[in-house]
């Protein structure tokens, strides 16, 4: 499974972006895709998934109400949605997936595949 994270950017505090997820050599729908961060100097840290079972979908607790994620299986794609952000949301974002088809969201320790990450900037 090969995924690619797009959408990063420079963004003011208080805007919006909208990161995607694509996937070449597989069908997304059938996993559950992760989205992940590393701000500069600290650690990487989860921020939300997507089930493949039901597409439920888990947030973050700091984010919720801010972030959502989705996906459009028409496309192939997982999104990201960001809103009211906020210099602190500066990191790399990542998506990820265990690779298992069928599974719920795991824990981030069984996520197997990452894409490249996309840069969020926000400025203050």
């Known amino acids: 499974v090969q995924l690619q994270a797009s959408g990063g950017g420079l963004v003011q505090s208080g805007g919006s972006l909208r990161l995607s997820c694509a996937a070449s050599?597989?069908?997304?729908?059938?996993?559950?895709i992760g989205w992940f961060r590393q701000a500069p100097g600290k650690e990487r840290e989860g921020v939300s998934c997507?089930?493949?079972?039901?597409?439920?979908?888990y947030i973050v607790d700091s984010l919720k109400g801010r972030f959502t994620v989705s996906r459009d299986n028409a496309k192939n794609t997982v999104y990201l949605q960001m809103n009211s952000l906020k210099p602190e949301d500066t990191a790399v974002y990542y998506c990820?997936?265990?690779?298992?088809?069928?599974?719920?969201?795991?824990?981030?320790?069984?996520?197997?595949?990452w894409g490249q990450g996309t840069l969020v900037t926000v400025s203050s």
């Open positions: 050599g597989a069908t997304l729908r059938y996993y559950a």
């Open positions: 990820a997936t265990d690779g298992v088809a069928g599974s719920t969201c795991p824990p981030a320790r069984e996520y197997y595949y």
């Open positions: 997507i089930s493949s079972t039901d597409d439920s979908t």
